[in-house]
């Protein structure tokens, strides 16, 4: 509770964007680096956090959505100038996150026909606590919406699962990703298109998350804020790369025949291939019980960590948490070994040993593998959850 992160720098850069939006100013279009070089040190602590956050950091736009925003806010609204109060603030919220996913994931649990403990995979799992209530990452707090999204629209609540589902891409960005994933629940019954009858639903569904996005983001308005943000967002594509497994086999094969990384090509290529697959497990898979949405956001999910050009370990949470409500456990094999990616950080500046790294994704993809294989296993999530509840599990 007390302590300060020492596997992270990014939440320096919360605190300097909850500060700016303390004083009035819009973390989206101002640089840190801009006002340590003019020597305008409008916020409490400033040369400590842009120190702490780094250089490379603070020479980039924020990339955090609105309603992370509004946490980073409470942390400077209760804790304006002490660095250990505001993470302390955070941290206090990220727990509070984790407890509703303690509780509405197991009656989610519950409701699919699984037992409720399994929720405790995520709870208790040391990588949990270490990577995201010690590092201070709010990948919680976006996945308690998601979970109670996922809650909401088994029980049918469809629109206040929307709502939920908006407030969770306003906490990361990620979760719009599955968004396609939901179109046969809604247009397809008993493996007949519906158009008729569901088609008004469907628009209201993601008209809400669209349009309820939009009205989160609208207090940071202004003429450089789309090019900010997409400017920032984008260099997770073209330029920042760690802890990937296929990019950088792709990447050693750039240097062997180009003699340069290829970065560039490659960082753009990896989301065209992921939206591809995307659309092939949201109109071919059968999509239509939450067990079987929830089994292809993780397949999803999964094919986009493989291929990005960035992994950074607190991004495998999401699988993690989603791998509870399903037949596969490979992201809890992960969760363990992902902690051989913090060898890069025993290096200042930190520097990755690849060998680290192709232990970690042997491990990863041969326990995949050898899930896939089971007689029992197969990506439609058929027959999956039967021998669970004869067993009592």
């Not at 020479?59 to 309603?67: E, G, I, M, Q, W």
């Not at 999964?302 to 607190?314: C, L, V």
Request: aromatic share 18%.
């Amino acid at each position: 509770m007390f302590a300060i992160p020492n596997l992270s720098q990014d939440f320096y850069r919360f605190i300097w964007d909850g500060r700016m939006i303390l004083t009035g100013l819009n973390p989206y279009i101002f640089l840190p680096e801009n006002f340590i070089d003019d020597g305008i040190l409008l916020i409490e602590q400033a040369e400590e956090l842009y120190k702490g956050m780094g250089p490379m950091n603070g020479s980039h736009y924020t990339n955090y959505p609105p309603l992370n925003q509004f946490c980073f806010y409470i942390a400077a609204l209760f804790s304006g100038k002490s660095i250990l109060g505001a993470a302390i603030v955070m941290r206090i919220q990220i727990i509070l996150a984790d407890i509703g996913i303690l509780y509405f994931g197991a009656k989610l649990l519950e409701k699919i026909g699984l037992n409720r403990n399994r929720i405790f995979f995520y709870a208790l799992n040391p990588f949990i606590i270490i990577e995201l209530t010690g590092n201070l990452h709010f990948e919680p707090v976006m996945l308690f919406f998601l979970i109670v999204s996922l809650y909401l629209f088994q029980k049918k609540k469809w629109m206040l699962s929307a709502f939920m589902l908006a407030f969770s891409i306003s906490i990361k960005l990620i979760p719009l990703l599955i968004l396609p994933i939901f179109l046969k629940r809604f247009l397809v019954k008993k493996e007949k298109l519906v158009l008729g009858e569901n088609i008004g639903k469907l628009m209201l569904f993601y008209g809400i998350i669209i349009i309820t996005t939009v009205i989160l983001f609208l207090p940071f308005v202004s003429e450089f804020l789309i090019e900010s943000y997409t400017n920032s967002v984008g260099l997770w594509f073209r330029s920042f790369e760690f802890n990937a497994s296929f990019y950088y086999l792709l990447r050693e094969i750039g240097y062997l025949f180009r003699g340069y990384n290829e970065i560039a090509i490659i960082g753009k290529i990896a989301p065209v291939l992921t939206i591809f697959f995307l659309l092939f497990i949201s109109f071919y898979k059968r999509n239509q019980k939450t067990e079987e949405i929830i089994t292809s956001m993780l397949v999803v999910f999964s094919f986009y960590y493989f291929t990005t050009t960035t992994m950074h370990p607190w991004y495998l949470a999401t699988l993690v948490i989603l791998s509870i409500f399903t037949k596969y456990t490979f992201p809890l094999v992960w969760s363990f070994v992902i902690v051989l990616s913090y060898q890069a950080y025993s290096n200042s500046p930190w520097q990755e040993n690849l060998w680290f790294v192709t232990l970690e994704y042997l491990i990863v993809y041969g326990y995949l593998l050898y899930e896939i294989k089971k007689p029992t296993q197969n990506l439609s999530g058929k027959n999956c959850y039967e021998k669970e509840k004869e067993s009592g599990l």
